[in-house]
């Protein structure tokens, strides 16, 4: 007999709006999916979260991207977001600490609100364009997710949650994971939104898209600060 294979995994940024949309999609198919899937955070690790890194022998994967490839992306979210009639604000990042919203994440999954903090951080992000990697901000969704502030917050010095997000950027590297969305159940790897549909009809076939989409809903406003093509920092874990 075939073992049958282990639990899906689910590698995400908060960064990332393609890891954004393609959790919206995916939710929208399988509305268990915070209890059907591993969920991994994936971020740019600071120092202290590199250092924990090398020293079980591990990279981090992702490469920067250039300013031309993230210019790219901006205009194609911006495409991707009207197509779906999905409100967005695009946020500016200027010296990010990604270590916050994602560390904090892995907090509110211990206090059992991933799924509520977690839907808090990405409308804060990507509906009103806030910055994520404020502890003003984080706290706010925090509250509002039903969890304690200084939990989330001090999550980037809680030495059991750091460990916990380096044991989580390992795994991604064990795994060959290089961009985000990354989807992986047993041998069968799937990177970015569009193999989603792909994943699911290996996965859970049922939900998986018809062949022919319908049309797109009508277009929505993308609101973006004006030089924010030109100011936002370039990477992405697109």
Same mark, same amino acid.
């Given at each position: ?14 960064? $990332? *709006? ?23 955070? #994936? ?28 210019? #790219? ?12 009639? %999905?409100?967005?604000? &695009? ?13 904090? &994440?892995?907090?509110?999954? $211990? ?7 977690? @839907? ?5 992000? &990507? ?46 590297? +064990?795994? @060959?994971?290089?961009?985000?969305? #990354? +989807?992986?159940?047993? %041998?069968?790897?799937? &990177?970015? +939104? ?21 049309? *797109? ?22």
């Amino acid at each position: 007999m075939k073992r049958a294979p282990a639990t899906a995994k689910l590698f995400f940024s908060f960064r $990332s *709006p393609y890891s954004w949309m393609a959790i919206r999609r995916l939710r929208r198919a399988v509305p268990d999916a915070f209890e059907a899937l591993q969920w991994f955070p #994936y971020w740019d690790p600071d120092e202290r979260t590199t250092a924990g890194l090398q020293a079980r022998g591990a990279e981090f994967h992702y490469v920067q991207m250039s300013r031309a490839k993230h210019l #790219y992306l901006l205009m194609d979210t911006k495409r991707l977001a009207e197509s779906e009639a %999905v409100p967005m604000a &695009w946020p500016i990042d200027v010296d990010p600490h990604w270590e916050l919203p994602h560390l904090g &994440w892995l907090a509110a999954r $211990s206090a059992g609100r991933a799924e509520e903090f977690y @839907d808090e951080v990405t409308a804060a992000r &990507w509906e009103r364009g806030e910055n994520i990697c404020d502890p003003a901000v984080l706290a706010a969704c925090a509250n509002r997710a039903g969890l304690d502030p200084g939990t989330v917050t001090g999550a980037v010095d809680d030495e059991a949650v750091r460990h916990e997000g380096i044991g989580c950027l390992e795994r991604a590297y +064990l795994d @060959d994971v290089f961009g985000i969305p #990354y +989807l992986k159940w047993g %041998v069968q790897r799937f &990177w970015g +939104l569009d193999r989603l549909d792909a994943f699911l009809r290996v996965w859970r076939p049922a939900a998986a898209a018809p062949a022919a989409s319908a049309a *797109p809903a009508a277009p929505v406003a993308v609101a973006a600060v004006a030089q924010g093509y030109d100011t936002d920092t370039t990477g992405g874990c697109g």
